[in-house]
């Protein structure tokens, strides 16, 4: 029979654990959320924390945001750019449960603009359950003229003559040249980010161009 002492001594230091490792976690959330938003700041952009309840069910439409449960944005940053009414913030859902449960968090780029006129798309890496889903008829826009894009990325869309009309050369040729990228587009608004990865606040300035940069392939390029 084991020591009740002996026991209680581990669950009491299973439970020291846990809670330091809470204290790490938000100590470090705290320190991100205070970089942020001096970057914010730095880019003319306002800073607003966590971002409304009526935020998320607003962007339905991506498939980013109909996955999983738990779902939360914060470290929310917003502006108007030249006319781009665009938002910048932190992502996390779950998929699973219990021992099998995994969190995703990344951070996402949300651009708004009646220049925008999009089919609705998901471009996300593929990966090799998506090639053996290919097999079984799981859609995967391809395109002969870039096997190099068409390797790299999982391409989806209702209308898929719309969406090739929308992806012009040189927005096949800058993802096929930067894999890892997650781009979803409906109407006037598009979102990009990179699937399970939080941008460095010192990376942020960085971010806003790329996203522009993406914007304004899509805009000139349908």
């Known amino acids: 029979?084991?020591?009740?002492?002996?026991?209680?001594?581990?669950?009491?230091?299973?439970?020291?654990?846990?809670?330091?490792i809470i204290m790490i976690v938000r100590y470090y959330e705290k320190k991100r959320t205070e970089a942020l938003?001096?970057?914010?700041?730095a880019m003319g952009l306002t800073f607003s924390g966590r971002p409304g309840a009526d935020f998320l069910?607003?962007?339905?439409a991506f498939t980013l945001f109909s996955q999983g449960h738990s779902k939360k944005?914060?470290?929310?940053?917003?502006?108007?750019?030249?006319?781009?009414?665009?938002?910048i913030f932190d992502y996390r859902?779950?998929?699973?449960?219990?021992?099998n449960s995994h969190t995703h968090s990344q951070t996402v780029f949300l651009l708004k603009s009646d220049s925008l006129s999009l089919p609705a798309f998901s471009l996300r890496p593929e990966n090799v359950f998506h090639k053996i889903g290919k097999a079984f008829?799981?859609?995967d826009i391809d395109w002969d003229s870039h096997p190099e894009f068409s390797d790299k990325y999982l391409l989806r869309a209702a209308d898929e003559a719309a969406c090739r009309e929308a992806f012009s050369d040189d927005i096949l040729?800058?993802?096929q040249q930067r894999p890892g990228l997650s781009t979803e587009g409906s109407g006037?608004?598009?979102?990009?980010?990179?699937?399970?990865?939080?941008?460095?606040?010192?990376?942020?300035?960085?971010?806003?161009?790329d996203g522009l940069h993406v914007y304004t392939l899509f805009t000139k390029g349908g």
């Open 1 to 20: 029979m084991e020591n009740p002492i002996v026991i209680a001594l581990m669950i009491a230091g299973g439970i020291v654990i846990v809670a330091v």
């Open 37 to 41: 938003q001096a970057a914010a700041s």
């Open 57 to 60: 069910p607003t962007l339905g």
């Open 73 to 87: 944005a914060a470290n929310m940053m917003s502006g108007i750019i030249d006319g781009i009414d665009m938002a």
């Open 93 to 99: 859902y779950t998929t699973g449960g219990g021992k």
């Open 137 to 139: 008829g799981y859609q």
């Open 173 to 175: 040729e800058y993802y």
């Open 188 to 209: 006037n608004r598009l979102i990009f980010f990179r699937a399970s990865k939080k941008v460095k606040p010192e990376n942020l300035a960085t971010f806003l161009k």
